[in-house]
């Protein structure tokens, strides 16, 4: 059986997630750019132990059992493998061996010292925020060799879980808010019990279902989907919404060429009578628009073309390849859910940025110009550029001036932001010019990467109504097969995510390999 | 009590060693269960209590005839549930399947187990709530996930019913039917298997086996009495068949004809959409065991599921299609497909929309393809297919958090690695040079203020690197040189810097990398400007210098220059500040280079630093060590001076040597590890129950003045006797004699022992602290010395405790070894009723009668709330009773036995009584029990049932006879 033998679920602490943390954030300054050592104490949410699961794997791995310690054993042996146990000490044979390779989505817990060989294996964890959740995947395999990771079933169903559960404690924004999660973890003993009952994971925690709407099914022939908790009763909406994120690395540097792409989600929300009502959205391109790569769908979709499948950004694309119309149909289920992704590559950057920096004296002059590309709409619903500095004492005078928007200057965190506004002007360019000393008392934020002139503007934009790929869905194309004529509303969006301007005088890290190779 | 129950139930759960130390298994288990049943407890409760059951079975029900007990108590609760408590009867089915599964229970076919399983069965056939509306529906759940743990931890439990199963898989409906499938395709599964391993079925059985609507099948056939669920020789019941280490699959040999299996698996593929997406995934993998087993029936039948499968967004699924494609390879995936796959993977593993976890997974699957046609079957091997063309996707870059970075450029190196193979030159190729440029891009990070996790990340990068590409020079020679040049940046990373050393020398021995890093690490260090060197870089310094004086085939020449620069030089602080870490520091080098192959021609320099260290070094700790080395330094030849320093690779008796050494260990940590006290590996010492040859007690309060012989005649003696209990130490302790030996395990190195000191730790708190117990010596050939062991319980409880000794043997070496636990038993806690010297035995029946009157009559002069009555009855012939009394009783009797009558007092320290009066009739005995501690009831129950059992089985003896 795919099963686990333990779950648990820390609070506590709060780690970087990447190498360079900022990059990844929304608001890149506005946190504390230390080394995110949190001293709260950790402590144990909730966990779960799973006997009869436990006596199966004692089974298979015979003399190379190990048996689960107690739980303030298997806490502390987490954060020693996570890196996070001891932060104040900088050197732990114990946790920073360079010889632990921590490659794998599967930790080993060394219960009785590193040298015993006596490990559990595989612990799949998953942080976010304060949250670490946990389990221990049984291996239903014999243990010695030790299989490998790809071929225990159970790991699959682990990570699906965990994900599951991440997404319900904390909700769909990056960060948990307080009040709901602590209403979530209060049910987290039931909602283990009903999903994951003597360690099978069946299901996974359902978010936002409207309860309201939802009637117990009939009794009848047809079966109900065991993701469905009821049907739907009353009017009929239909509300498909597409979201494209565009992401860019613009170096403004001959020798290395600049990046951007596109990925896209497809968010539904159907409120449609019948146990099993049959839907089907339809994703259109404009005539030369390049497919749509990678696309990924949700497990309701009851049927998929090939050659929807066949384009992939790995390769090169073909220009003769598919490029739709995508069909999916499906069969909702109550709650909002994501239909299908996909990426895509489009021929120019929407904002197409220059960034120079001089060094003067302790001084910067900062010369940046922005170009919004004529095929995107000039509407924006807000559109900002930040430029962090780090590793300068804090900002003294501050001399800059700017074609259009306004500028906020934030000295203590050595940031500026230039707000443009709904709008660039009728030449779509707009420029910054001017320099800054940073003869402040005190040091500004550090940041290992960004040394010397390596420096980078982050752009923050939405454009409503609009999508890079020409992606969209058509309220005609949405096809519903019911008694009641739905109403259908769709929209789309266009954000920016991680969209960076490098300065061009200094030097800029890779960010992706194809260019280099 | 019931108030405090969250907490303990929480304190349970974190701890369950812990929480046992302050009552016994039993006793909390009989808690829980009592509180059960007690009806003013809310279901809230009623759950919460549950959850030891639920998560720790084996503790709390050890034995098959405990777990029995439990499961027909929680069986009895459940019926008296209100039927609308459906949580807490949902927790009671949980509670019931893993208590008597892990009691073995169910595997010993009790009768507990089975009439549980009737009772799920039975819940389970209530399909469409046609008997008990919908509102039982998680109830009808929670039977159906039993049955199938059931069936999971019993395979073929349920092989004879898959008629039945699959009918009511069928009927169902709602979404309950997700309950049936998963039960369906397990049970299937199952008996498909036990098939495959019966000699000579074919397509008949399995038509049978489908249609079959028996019993339960009990253990591994019906004659096998109750196979141990631990001792299934057969673990391919537990593990996927289509991954085995041999990769080969039972099969079945059918024919072409197995309609039925056919239509039933095409049902089940057609309903597989309804289900949630991991109980899909776990369907899938079922259908896919059984169609490996089943040649007959082709796997294209998957054909129709494949594309949604592939396109899906849920990692469990997409692994489905993985699993499908290692047990079917090209019988179901075609070469076009099999490449498709693998780009997926790729896509995938750097996939925005996906979570760092998944993607990680993603990239282990790509190293572990299963392709159609494998070349080699090593641990982790490219796909073919995967060219550096199409990995380029997935290079490291400095955006990656570390575990990504990491598993990246693991993947990345193998491609270049096979890469590089091709290009003959040995030197790598562009993929490479990325590589090489992403770690430096890494050590600037480390070089600017990176956090800890970087610098973890960057070792732990340059050690991979290493691991695959230390044979190309261009590449290793200039890493160690960037290594070199950051440290003199950053020289806390020395224990790192070390660490890579150490790792590198232990995997790639014969490449000499670390040996170069180490002889770099040197000439920086020593070439580097004195004047810029600052204490706390002194520090770092002499730790590297240390690892490098270990290296023989460094040149330690610049090491003694550059410590004799940094001691005697004019401007140095050191000598002056005396700072006895440092001093240290230095000393560790010096040991080392003592112990060096070319010490000779480090002789003079040599001398002349530790000299210098003896008369100026400002701390007479290092001065005095500093000395010592000096002389061994001057006195010694090479040879012995290595016998004396060297640690490792010494014969034991040499160790006895480094130990009354070890004060010269110049450093700390060789300090402590010289003074090492040694583990042996198994138990040497045991200690054997004594019985002395005198029953006498010997408690007799000596401290009590002596009553005169006939004190106030026609007293009770009741007040008299209780006041002896004034003086708190009175009759507190219980005395237990033991032999020390030896063990079965014979080492002619433990014959002769010294300074034993043997040291007991409670397992629980019905004790005060043991206080330690020595013995002088301890020789095989002479008679055990006797021990003994004073006990003074806080409660009259039987008890384990944990016992362990040190020893010196005779070379001077310090042991440490554990003893098997000392079992206390619940008899050995008795005591006969202590009286002052010289009282009658009639003024002993007095004090006999007025307890038990006091505990009858339930008037409670003192606290006698915790009084209680108790009757033990058993069949057991007269000549046997008189033995019964002799042999357990003699020491307690207050009266003779007399026409089969006699009385017995236990007291119990500190403060139990238990009273019996024995009556036999006829061929009965009757054991009238009287206490003023109920909780030991049930131990006096047990005892009575033992001794009574031992007379029984001594009787049968004798009658054998």
Same mark, same amino acid.
């Given at each position: 059986m795919p099963q686990l033998r333990l779950w648990t679920l820390l609070q506590g602490f709060s780690r970087p997630t990447s190498l360079c943390t900022h990059l990844h954030q929304r608001a890149p300054v506005d946190q504390a750019h230390t080394d995110s050592v949190n001293l709260c104490p950790v402590k144990t949410l909730d966990k779960w132990r799973y006997p009869t699961v436990e006596q199966r794997a004692k089974c298979m791995a015979g003399s190379l059992y190990v048996s689960v310690p107690e739980d303030g054993t298997v806490l502390q042996l987490l954060l020693t493998e996570m890196g996070l146990s001891d932060s104040d000490k900088p050197y732990m044979a114990l946790r920073d061996d360079c010889l632990h390779q921590q490659r794998s989505p599967a930790l080993e817990l060394h219960v009785e010292g590193p040298s015993s060989g006596r490990v559990l294996w595989p612990v799949l964890v998953i942080s976010q925020g304060s949250l670490i959740l946990a389990c221990l995947a049984m291996v239903d395999a014999p243990a010695d060799p030790r299989p490998p990771l790809a071929s225990l079933f159970s790991v699959s169903q682990g990570l699906t879980l965990l994900a599951g559960l991440q997404a319900f404690l904390c909700g769909s924004g990056s960060k948990p808010d307080r009040e709901g999660l602590t209403s979530r973890l209060a049910m987290m003993p039931s909602i283990l019990l009903q999903i994951c009952p003597l360690g099978t994971p069946l299901d996974i925690p359902q978010l936002g279902a409207s309860s309201a709407s939802a009637m117990p099914t009939p009794a009848g022939t047809q079966k109900q989907p065991a993701w469905k908790t009821g049907v739907h009763r009353g009017r009929a909406v239909v509300n498909v919404a597409l979201t494209e994120m565009v992401r860019s690395m613009q170096y403004g540097n001959r020798n290395r060429q600049d990046l951007w792409d596109v990925y896209g989600t497809v968010t539904c929300k159907c409120e449609v009578e019948g146990v099993l009502p049959n839907v089907t959205v339809t994703l259109t391109l404009p005539p030369n628009g390049s497919p749509l790569m990678d696309v990924l769908v949700h497990p309701c979709v009851s049927s998929l073309d090939a050659s929807i499948l066949t384009a992939m950004s790995v390769e090169d694309c073909d220009s003769s390849a598919f490029s739709g119309p995508y069909k999916f149909p499906f069969s909702p289920p109550l709650e909002p859910f994501r239909l299908c992704s996909y990426t895509s590559q489009v021929p120019v950057p929407p904002i197409l940025g220059t960034y120079q920096l001089k060094d003067d004296d302790n001084q910067l002059r900062i010369t940046v110009s922005l170009k919004l590309h004529e095929s995107v709409r000039n509407s924006f619903e807000y559109c900002e550029a930040h430029l962090p500095f780090f590793n300068r004492d804090q900002m003294g005078s501050v001399d800059v001036k700017v074609s259009s928007g306004q500028l906020e200057v934030s000295k203590e965190k050595n940031l500026l932001v230039w707000v443009l506004g709904q709008k660039f002007p009728k030449s779509r360019e707009v420029s910054l010019e001017g320099s800054v000393s940073f003869s402040g008392e005190h040091p500004g934020p550090t940041d290992p990467l960004c040394t010397d002139l390596t420096a980078y503007i982050k752009l923050y934009f939405r454009v409503p109504d609009l999508t890079l790929s020409g992606c969209c869905v058509d309220q005609h194309s949405v096809q519903v097969y019911s008694s009641a004529k739905p109403r259908i509303v769709t929209s789309r969006e266009l954000l920016s995510s991680e969209y960076f301007i490098w300065n061009s005088t200094g030097t800029a890290p890779v960010s992706s390999g194809h260019m280099m190779l | 009590m019931s108030a405090n129950w969250p907490e303990r139930i929480s304190a349970f759960s974190r701890s369950p060693s812990q929480f046992l130390c302050s009552t016994t298994s039993d006793i909390f288990l009989a808690e829980v269960l009592h509180e059960l049943r007690d009806d003013r407890a809310s279901d809230h409760i009623k759950v919460l209590l549950l959850s030891p059951l639920l998560e720790h079975p084996t503790l709390l029900c050890p034995s098959v005839s405990v777990g029995e007990e439990t499961a027909l108590e929680l069986m009895s609760v459940f019926a008296q549930c209100s039927p609308k408590s459906l949580p807490l009867r949902c927790h009671l089915l949980l509670a019931l399947t893993s208590v008597l599964l892990c009691s073995c229970c169910v595997s010993s076919h009790t009768s507990a187990s089975q009439d549980f399983l009737d009772l799920l069965l039975q819940m389970a056939q209530d399909t469409n709530d046609a008997q008990a509306g919908a509102a039982l529906h998680p109830l009808r759940t929670t039977a159906c996930d039993c049955l199938r743990e059931l069936e999971a931890c019993l395979p073929g439990l349920l092989s004879q019913r898959l008629e039945l199963l699959s009918t009511l898989r069928q009927q169902e409906n709602s979404r309950l039917h997700q309950a049936y499938t998963g039960l369906h395709a397990l049970a299937l599964r199952n008996a498909v298997y036990l098939l495959t391993q019966q000699k000579g079925s074919g397509a008949g059985d399995l038509k049978g086996a489908l249609g079959s609507n028996e019993g339960f099948v009990w253990g591994e056939g019906s004659d096998s009495a109750h196979p141990n669920s631990e001792s299934h020789s057969d673990l391919a019941l537990f593990s996927p068949l289509t991954l085995g280490p041999m990769g080969k699959v039972p099969s079945l040999q059918t024919g072409q004809d197995c309609k039925e299996l056919r239509s039933l698996l095409s049902s089940l593929l057609e309903e597989s959409y309804l289900l949630t997406s991991l109980s899909q995934a776990a369907l899938l993998r079922r259908l896919v065991e059984v %169609?490996? @087993?089943?040649?007959?029936?082709?796997?294209?039948?998957?054909?129709?599921?494949?594309?949604?499968?592939?396109?899906?967004?849920?990692?469990?699924?997409?692994?489905?299609? !993985?699993? @499908?494609?290692?047990?079917?390879?090209?019988?179901?995936?075609?070469?076009?497909?099999?490449?498709?796959?693998?780009? *997926?993977?790729?896509?995938?593993?750097?996939?925005?929309?996906?979570?760092?976890?998944?993607?990680?997974?993603?990239?282990?699957?790509?190293?572990?393809?299963?392709?159609?046609?494998?070349?080699?079957?090593?641990?982790?091997?490219?796909?073919?297919?995967?060219?550096?063309?199409?990995?380029?996707?997935?290079?490291?870059?400095? +955006?990656?958090?570390?575990?990504? @970075?990491?598993?990246?450029?693991?993947?990345?190196?193998?491609?270049?690695?096979?890469?590089?193979?091709?290009?003959?030159?040995?030197?790598?190729?562009?993929?490479?040079?990325?590589?090489?440029?992403?770690?430096?891009?890494?050590?600037?990070?480390?070089?600017?203020?990176?956090?800890?996790?970087?610098?973890?990340?960057?070792?732990?990068?340059?050690? %991979?690197?290493?691991?695959?590409?230390?044979?190309?020079?261009?590449?290793?020679?200039?890493?160690?040189?960037?290594?070199?040049?950051?440290?003199? =940046?950053?020289?806390?990373?020395?224990?790192?810097?070390?660490? !890579?050393?150490?790792?590198?020398?232990?995997?790639?021995?014969?490449?000499?990398?670390?040996?170069?890093?180490?002889?770099?690490?040197?000439?920086?260090?020593?070439?580097?400007?004195?004047?810029?060197?600052?204490?706390?870089?002194? =520090?770092?310094?002499?730790?590297?210098?240390?690892?490098?004086?270990? $290296?023989?085939?460094?040149?330690?020449?610049?090491?003694?220059? +550059?410590?004799?620069? /940094?001691?005697?030089?004019?401007?140095?602080?050191?000598?002056?500040?005396?700072?006895? *870490?440092?001093?240290?520091?230095? %000393?560790?080098?010096?040991?080392?280079?003592?112990?060096?192959?070319?010490?000779?021609?480090?002789?003079?320099?040599?001398?002349?630093?530790?000299? #210098?260290?003896?008369? #100026?070094?400002?701390?007479?700790?290092?001065?005095?060590?500093? *000395?010592?080395?000096?002389?061994?330094?001057?006195?010694?030849?090479?040879?012995?001076?290595?016998?004396?320093?060297?640690?490792?690779?010494?014969? *034991?008796?040499?160790?006895?040597?480094?130990?009354?050494?070890?004060?010269?260990?110049?450093?700390?940590?060789?300090?402590?590890?010289?003074?090492?006290?040694?583990?042996? $590996?198994?138990?040497?010492?045991?200690?054997?129950?004594?019985?002395?040859?005198?029953?006498?007690?010997?408690?007799?309060?000596?401290?009590?003045?002596?009553?005169?012989?006939?004190?106030?005649?026609?007293?009770?003696?009741?007040?008299?006797?209780?006041?002896?209990?004034?003086?708190?130490?009175?009759?507190?302790?219980?005395?237990?004699?033991?032999? !020390?030996?030896?063990?079965?395990?014979?080492?002619?190195?433990?014959?002769?022992?010294?300074?034993?000191?043997?040291?007991?730790?409670?397992?629980?708190?019905?004790?005060?602290?043991?206080?330690?117990?020595?013995?002088?010596?301890?020789?095989?050939?002479?008679?055990?010395?006797?021990?003994?062991?004073?006990? &003074?319980?806080?409660?009259?409880?039987?008890?384990?405790?944990?016992?362990?000794?040190?020893?010196?043997?005779?070379?001077?070496?310090?042991?440490?070894?554990?003893?098997?636990?000392?079992?206390?038993?619940?008899?050995?806690?008795?005591?006969?009723?202590?009286?002052?010297?010289?009282?009658?035995?009639?003024?002993?029946?007095?004090?006999?009668?007025?307890?038990?009157?006091?505990?009858?009559?339930?008037?409670?002069?003192?606290?006698?709330?915790?009084?209680?009555?108790?009757?033990?009855?058993?069949?057991?012939?007269?000549?046997?009773?008189?033995?019964?009394?002799?042999?357990?009783?003699?020491?307690?009797?207050?009266?003779?036995?007399?026409?089969?009558?006699?009385?017995?007092?236990?007291?119990?320290?500190?403060?139990?009584?238990?009273?019996?009066?024995?009556?036999?009739?006829?061929?009965?005995?009757?054991?009238?029990?009287?206490?003023?501690?109920? &909780?030991?009831?049930?131990? /006096?129950?047990?005892?009575?049932?033992?001794?009574?059992?031992?007379?029984?089985?001594?009787?049968?003896?004798?009658?054998?006879?």
């Open positions: - | %169609l490996a @087993m089943v040649p007959a029936v082709s796997p294209t039948i998957f054909r129709a599921q494949l594309l949604r499968l592939l396109g899906t967004c849920k990692v469990c699924l997409l692994h489905t299609t !993985l699993l @499908m494609k290692a047990a079917f390879t090209d019988s179901l995936f075609s070469a076009e497909d099999e490449a498709f796959l693998l780009k *997926r993977l790729v896509g995938l593993s750097q996939h925005p929309l996906l979570s760092t976890p998944e993607k990680l997974f993603y990239m282990d699957c790509i190293l572990h393809f299963p392709e159609n046609r494998p070349i080699s079957s090593s641990d982790e091997s490219l796909p073919v297919l995967l060219t550096p063309r199409l990995a380029a996707a997935l290079v490291p870059t400095v +955006f990656n958090d570390s575990v990504s @970075m990491l598993a990246r450029l693991n993947l990345l190196s193998l491609v270049y690695l096979e890469e590089g193979e091709e290009d003959r030159e040995g030197q790598g190729g562009r993929g490479l040079a990325y590589l090489y440029d992403h770690l430096t891009s890494l050590l600037h990070i480390v070089e600017n203020q990176a956090s800890r996790e970087m610098v973890v990340t960057f070792f732990r990068a340059s050690f %991979l690197f290493l691991l695959h590409f230390c044979h190309v020079e261009r590449y290793s020679e200039d890493l160690s040189q960037r290594l070199c040049d950051l440290y003199l =940046r950053r020289t806390r990373l020395a224990p790192h810097l070390i660490n !890579l050393a150490d790792r590198t020398q232990d995997r790639l021995e014969e490449s000499g990398w670390a040996v170069a890093l180490l002889r770099a690490l040197q000439r920086t260090i020593t070439e580097a400007p004195l004047s810029q060197l600052t204490l706390q870089d002194l =520090r770092w310094h002499l730790r590297i210098l240390a690892r490098v004086a270990e $290296e023989g085939e460094v040149l330690q020449k610049a090491t003694l220059n +550059f410590l004799l620069c /940094v001691i005697t030089s004019s401007s140095s602080a050191l000598c002056v500040s005396g700072d006895w *870490r440092l001093g240290n520091g230095v %000393l560790g080098v010096c040991r080392r280079l003592l112990l060096h192959p070319s010490l000779d021609s480090l002789l003079t320099p040599l001398a002349d630093l530790l000299q #210098h260290l003896t008369c #100026h070094y400002g701390e007479t700790d290092i001065q005095d060590h500093a *000395r010592l080395y000096y002389t061994l330094l001057t006195t010694l030849s090479q040879e012995k001076l290595a016998g004396v320093l060297a640690q490792r690779g010494t014969e *034991r008796g040499r160790q006895a040597k480094v130990r009354s050494l070890s004060a010269i260990m110049g450093e700390t940590e060789e300090l402590t590890s010289g003074l090492t006290v040694h583990q042996t $590996e198994r138990p040497l010492l045991r200690l054997v129950k004594h019985e002395p040859d005198d029953c006498k007690p010997d408690h007799k309060p000596d401290s009590e003045p002596a009553c005169e012989t006939e004190s106030s005649p026609g007293q009770g003696g009741i007040e008299e006797y209780r006041a002896q209990f004034q003086s708190s130490s009175f009759a507190s302790e219980i005395t237990l004699q033991y032999h !020390l030996t030896h063990t079965g395990v014979h080492d002619p190195h433990f014959d002769k022992l010294f300074s034993i000191r043997l040291h007991f730790d409670l397992t629980d708190s019905h004790y005060e602290e043991v206080s330690d117990i020595s013995v002088p010596c301890l020789f095989r050939t002479r008679k055990p010395p006797t021990v003994t062991l004073r006990l &003074k319980p806080k409660q009259p409880y039987h008890t384990t405790l944990r016992a362990s000794a040190i020893f010196t043997t005779e070379d001077g070496l310090s042991w440490h070894s554990p003893l098997a636990d000392l079992n206390v038993a619940f008899p050995e806690v008795f005591l006969p009723l202590l009286t002052p010297l010289g009282w009658a035995r009639e003024k002993k029946q007095r004090v006999f009668e007025g307890i038990w009157g006091e505990i009858c009559s339930g008037q409670s002069e003192g606290d006698l709330t915790n009084a209680a009555t108790s009757l033990f009855c058993d069949q057991l012939e007269d000549s046997a009773v008189g033995e019964l009394v002799e042999k357990h009783f003699q020491r307690y009797l207050v009266s003779d036995l007399d026409k089969g009558r006699c009385k017995v007092l236990f007291f119990l320290p500190p403060q139990s009584h238990v009273l019996l009066k024995v009556i036999t009739e006829e061929d009965a005995i009757q054991v009238h029990i009287a206490t003023d501690n109920w &909780k030991l009831l049930p131990y /006096v129950n047990s005892y009575l049932e033992d001794i009574t059992k031992e007379s029984h089985s001594t009787q049968q003896v004798n009658g054998d006879v």
